[in-house]
């Protein structure tokens, strides 16, 4: 336990200092903040123009009730959200990948296997050092974000947002970490490092890109810009009872994304932030009952991640000349 | 408890078809600097490996400070320091955070304390709160022996240690390396083709030749054995020359 930590402890002091690492995140950061920066904007002009627009119609003397417009303050993260999914991921291959190659590449190896460490400490240490690195980072950007929806966006939050955020939160951690975990497990088990990181990016372009490309490919919805549905202006109780007539095919193209651990994030993500319209304005109840497959998938992709590292991070494997 | 630092019997290392290492049977006693002599690619960096934990034998035994390299590695270990050919630390991470590390990993219960002594001893203090990317490679070489000397081990393995040294780094080390076998008792074991460096440091020798050992005996003794040659060197030759590879 005290190489554990004495390992974790040193990867967090090293990775903090290093610039490359401190650029990636600063980068990600900068992204995500900005476009929830940009739909705050928005959000709060078009909250500004309903507010003027009902002192106009009062002025005039307008007995007409004017419903509000449907804005949903934590659909602003959309954006936010999907970098997160695509390039944060993609930084979490560089940084898991990272945590490996140094060690090969500069022949520190030697020196931590000549002393008496516990047979899984080593990848233990790299791995509780991913964690607690993502943890920070979606700690400090979810912080970042939910501010800059209160003050740029003047959005009123209420209690249940903020459990819906660091439930969000959470499955981001998750996520992010298994990214790096899945990096770090293919970099120790390939003789070059840099082998392990072309794997790591094949597996994260067909994971993160790929199948869900082909899911939205297959959504019938989405075979005209603005949809296929809208288009035809059919509403939302037509457009299921069409659907329900292709359930086979349905299956078929959920099955295909399920395939992919991305979805399993985006999925409850999505809904407990109300992006998905079928969970907007649900309790968590319904969010949960309707979502925690997904959860319970990515906690097992998560699972396997830090099991295959645990198990490619040992003395035999990692001493293999390149 | 044995007499012997460093015992090995028929030990053997193959990779693949090619035998690197062949029935290896070697005695090194307490309080030596051990010379392991060879020329490129002779089993001398696999003969390290073996004996520091980092590669397994094919087949054979090895003992270092009396416990099993295979069944007590980790006894092994915290009885060992190592100094690789090539020694790398983490470059973000100064001198003495890198030291602290490591003496943490060995289990060394007052790591400052033990660090300022390992500096003192291979007279490197004044530059722990360097990083060390900024240093040169005879500063690393020295960084490198204090971080193998933190546990005080036993037994201190180099793996040519002044490899790429200037000739004010190499008389450096040397004086380091007899200061370290001499105030604090430790076996010294190194691997070098530096022939004048070794009739310098060691008290004995070991000559590898394609895998395997074709002599052994103290510098003293092998220097008054062949008369006729004029330095180690032309012995050295004299003995690789008379073994059939």
């Known amino acids: 336990m005290t190489s554990l930590i004495t390992l974790c402890g040193k990867e967090l002091r090293d990775l903090s200092r290093n610039r490359s690492v401190r650029l990636l995140i600063l980068f990600l950061a900068v992204v995500v903040v900005l476009s929830v920066l940009v739909a705050a904007a928005d959000f709060r002009t078009k909250t500004a123009d309903y507010t003027s627009y009902l002192a106009a119609l009062k002025a005039s003397g307008g007995a007409v009730n004017a419903p509000p417009p449907d804005l949903f303050p934590l659909q602003m993260l959309r954006a936010g959200m999907e970098y997160l999914e695509i390039v944060g991921s993609l930084f979490a291959v560089i940084l898991g990948y990272g945590l490996i190659a140094k060690e090969k590449n500069n022949g520190t190896l030697e020196l931590l296997f000549t002393r008496p460490l516990a047979r899984h400490s080593f990848a233990a240490g790299k791995i509780l050092a991913a964690l607690i690195i993502w943890t920070a980072v979606t700690a400090a950007l979810f912080a970042v974000i939910t501010a800059a929806l209160l003050i740029a966006g003047n959005a009123p939050l209420t209690g249940t947002d903020f459990i819906r955020l660091i439930i969000a939160a959470g499955h981001t951690i998750i996520y992010l970490t298994l990214w790096s975990l899945a990096a770090l497990a293919l970099a120790a088990l390939t003789r070059a490092p840099a082998t392990g990181l072309v794997l790591a990016l094949v597996l994260w372009l067909v994971v993160v890109l790929v199948i869900p490309q082909i899911g939205d490919t297959m959504d019938p919805d989405n075979q005209i810009p603005g949809g296929l549905f809208a288009s035809l202006q059919i509403d939302k109780a037509h457009e299921h009872a069409v659907m329900a007539n292709f359930t086979g095919y349905e299956t078929s193209r959920d099955l295909i994304e399920q395939a992919s651990l991305t979805k399993q994030y985006e999925r409850p993500l999505f809904a407990w932030l109300g992006i998905k319209d079928q969970y907007n304005q649900q309790s968590p109840a319904f969010v949960w009952a309707g979502t925690f497959n997904h959860t319970l998938w990515l906690l097992a992709g998560f699972a396997a991640a830090a099991a295959a590292a645990l198990l490619a991070g040992t003395r035999d494997k990692l001493l293999r000349k390149a | ?245």
């Open chain 2, 1 to 245: 408890m044995t007499d012997m630092a460093i015992e090995t019997s028929a030990l053997a290392k193959t990779y693949g078809s090619k035998q690197a290492l062949e029935a290896l049977s070697l005695e090194v006693p307490r309080g030596e600097i051990f010379g392991l002599l060879g020329h490129n690619g002779a089993g001398k960096t696999t003969t390290v490996n073996i004996l520091t934990t980092l590669l397994p034998a094919s087949s054979g035994t090895a003992r270092i400070a009396g416990h099993d390299v295979t069944t007590g590695a980790d006894r092994v270990r915290r009885s060992i320091g190592y100094l690789p050919e090539n020694v790398h630390f983490y470059d973000n991470l100064t001198l003495t955070e890198n030291l602290t590390f490591f003496a943490r990993l060995s289990g060394v219960p007052d790591p400052a304390a033990r660090i300022a002594a390992a500096l003192e001893a291979v007279d490197f203090t004044g530059h722990g709160q360097e990083k060390m990317s900024s240093f040169s490679k005879g500063m690393r070489q020295r960084a490198g022996i204090a971080q193998a000397i933190l546990h005080e081990p036993a037994v201190l393995f180099l793996d040519e240690p002044t490899s790429g040294l200037d000739p004010q780094g190499v008389a450096k080390l040397r004086e380091i390396i007899i200061s370290l076998n001499q105030s604090l008792g430790m076996t010294v074991f190194m691997n070098t083709h530096l022939l004048a460096e070794v009739t310098k440091t060691c008290t004995s020798i070991g000559i590898l030749s394609s895998g395997r050992l074709i002599y052994q005996n103290s510098v003293a003794a092998t220097l008054g054995a062949f008369p006729d040659q004029a330095s180690l060197e032309d012995i050295y030759l004299h003995i690789e020359a008379g073994t059939p590879s």
